[in-house]
């Protein structure tokens, strides 16, 4: 991989926004992730004054995620003086009964800009800066799935919709590359090697429509994944939550012979099943968006998880051979109460974001983190552990 000159890059960009503002006020729109904190602090040192950074509340952030976020950001070396916009309200009210992975994330996209360009009015803000990287217009454009923060690259004329001209000073880079930017500019450690959270927030890890109820649920059940894995070296871990509903008659009958056939080759015991949910994944390069199948595997009643390197060449052969197939879950564990939902572990090892590797947990700990998970949700059944890389899936599930 090539080498790359972060200080070269920063100091090149400062001058150019420095140029490119001249005494004009700029909106920032941060998250807390590594890239927005890194391209409004790139905005900071180019002009000092005349920087606005707001936080969007839009009610789909983790537990205590905007006190915490905004009382981080405010203590930089170079603060960023964070105000927190209450949105909530107006995000739920237009998005909840929505089903559908993509009209979710337009939905979102459009509020997101809409109040952006209310709170840029407030201020005279002539420029929006925002941490678009190039996975986000790469994937977009691909039609892959539509991340929140992209205008131009497809076609959207910022300036004319929204009153403001938008700063993309990261969008050429990769997620190790804003990485490195964010250490020579003396950004924490802890913002520095955050992991990734979608624009979106938990909306696209509540699979089917969205409901308090759900919003609640997935809440709960990310806090526990975060807390076990937060110290085990995974580059981005989470729990979604999934409707307790299962496609009647599975694969079809065809189907589940040569499914049945492939398994056998890997031992006994496995139970298939196939979710209502969809999720999206990838194929050539573009979205697809595709059945999750859900495997169990039992020793007479005993609950097995085989060795994830298993898995995962088990999760492939099923891709390869089932093309309506883009996920691939297997259980974890399970409880008899009737209960409304289902939940997945998600946690992959990647450098770029373009591609993941499914994290190697061993089966003791995917256990604990599922057996806490059932006992802190209620309204959840059954826990998974997502075996599906990217590609051919995505790493968020929606």
């Known amino acids: 991989m090539a080498?790359?000159?972060?200080?070269?890059?920063?100091?090149?960009?400062?001058?150019d926004l420095k140029e490119s503002i001249g005494n004009a006020?700029?909106?920032?729109?941060?998250?807390?992730?590594?890239?927005s904190t890194t391209a409004a602090t790139l905005v900071r040192r180019a002009i000092e004054s005349n920087v606005f950074s707001v936080f969007m509340d839009t009610g789909f952030m983790r537990m205590s995620?905007?006190?915490?976020?905004?009382?981080?950001?405010?203590?930089?070396?170079?603060?960023?003086?964070?105000?927190?916009?209450?949105?909530?309200k107006r995000f739920l009210d237009r998005m909840k009964g929505v089903p559908n992975a993509e009209r979710k994330r337009k939905i979102f996209r459009a509020?997101?800009?809409?109040?952006?360009?209310?709170?840029a009015r407030k201020r005279q803000c002539s420029f929006l800066v925002q941490g678009t990287i190039a996975p986000?217009?790469?994937?977009?454009?691909?039609?892959?799935?539509t991340q929140h923060n992209v205008l131009s690259q497809i076609g959207i004329d910022p300036q004319r919709r929204y009153g403001f001209k938008v700063l993309e000073p990261l969008v050429d880079l990769y997620k190790w590359q804003a990485r490195e930017v964010a250490k020579f500019l003396g950004i924490r450690e802890e913002l520095v090697q955050r992991q990734p959270f979608p624009g979106p927030g938990v909306s696209v890890r509540?699979?089917?429509a969205i409901n308090e109820r759900k919003l609640e649920t997935v809440r709960k059940a990310d806090a526990v994944v975060r807390r076990h894995l937060d110290s085990k070296g995974c580059d981005q871990y989470f729990a979604a939550v999934l409707d307790g509903r299962f496609l009647p008659g599975g694969v079809g009958k065809r189907a589940s012979k040569k499914l049945r056939e492939l398994l056998s080759s890997h031992g006994d015991g496995f139970q298939v099943s196939v979710l209502l949910n969809k999720a999206t994944g990838m194929e050539s390069g573009a979205r697809k968006y595709g059945n999750i199948l859900a495997l169990s595997v039992r020793s007479g009643r005993e609950l097995k998880i085989p060795p994830i390197s298993d898995l995962t060449r088990i999760q492939k052969r099923i891709i390869d051979n089932f093309p309506r197939v883009c996920r691939v879950l297997v259980e974890t564990s399970g409880s008899p109460r009737k209960a409304s939902y289902l939940v997945a572990i998600r946690s992959v090892q990647t450098r770029d974001f373009m591609k993941a590797d499914v994290s190697g947990l061993d089966s003791g700990l995917l256990s604990e983190i599922s057996q806490d998970v059932l006992k802190e949700c209620p309204g959840v059944a059954r826990v998974y552990y997502d075996v599906t890389p990217k590609p051919p899936a995505?790493?968020?599930?929606?």
């Not at 080498?3 to 001058?15: L, P, V």
């Not at 509020?111 to 709170?119: D, G, K, Q």
């Open 65 to 88: 995620e905007p006190e915490s976020i905004a009382e981080t950001l405010s203590a930089l070396p170079l603060p960023l003086n964070v105000e927190v916009v209450d949105a909530r």
């Open 394 to 398: 995505t790493i968020e599930f929606e």
């Open 3 to 15: 080498e790359f000159d972060a200080s070269g890059f920063a100091e090149n960009k400062i001058r």
């Open 25 to 35: 006020k700029v909106l920032a729109a941060v998250s807390g992730g590594v890239d």
């Open 111 to 119: 509020i997101f800009y809409e109040v952006l360009s209310e709170e």
């Open 206 to 208: 509540m699979l089917g």
């Open 136 to 145: 986000d217009w790469i994937e977009t454009q691909g039609r892959i799935k």
